[in-house]
C-alpha cells in the first residue's frame, strides 16, 4: 500500500516584502551617504575680464598652488620635482586628461615656471589657468 503526502514543500521564495526591504535600503544609503567637497588650499584666484569654462571635469585634474609654495593634487601635497611622476601616472590612466591649474594671485612665478616643466616632462600638456570672473 502506498500512501500519498498532503504537505508538498514550496520552492518559491517569497517577494511580498521585497520593495519595503529595498526602499529601507535607499533611505540608509541616502541618510549615510557624505558628498566631499574639497576646497583644495587657501588660493586668492586672479582676476580676468573674459573666461570659459571647461566643457567637462570628467578628464580633468585640479592642481592647487598656494602663495606659500604648496603644491596639491588630489587632497596631497607634493613637492615640484613630485608633481612629473604623479601627472604622468594621471596622464597614462587617462590620455585626455586636462590640467586645472588653481595658483593664488601672490604665488611665485618661479614655482609656477617649474611647475611648467614638470608638466611638460610628464606629457601633460593641455593646461588651464583657473581664474575669477572681474566684476565691473
Known sequence: M????????SSEIPTASMPDIIFMLLVFFMVTTVLRQYSGLP???PKAKR???LKSKRHTSQVWVSKEGLI????RLFGVKDVRHVMYDK????PMLTVSLKADES??????S?????????DALRL???TKTLVK
Open 43 to 45: 588660493v586668492e584666484l
Open 107 to 112: 604665488a611665485k612665478m618661479e614655482l609656477i
Open 72 to 75: 596639491s593634487i588630489d587632497d
Open 2 to 9: 502506498q500512501f500519498s503526502r498532503k504537505t508538498k514543500i
Open 51 to 53: 573666461i570659459e569654462k
Open 114 to 122: 617649474g611647475l611648467h616643466e614638470e608638466l611638460r616632462q610628464a
Open 91 to 94: 596622464r597614462v590612466a587617462d
Open 128 to 130: 588651464n589657468y583657473s
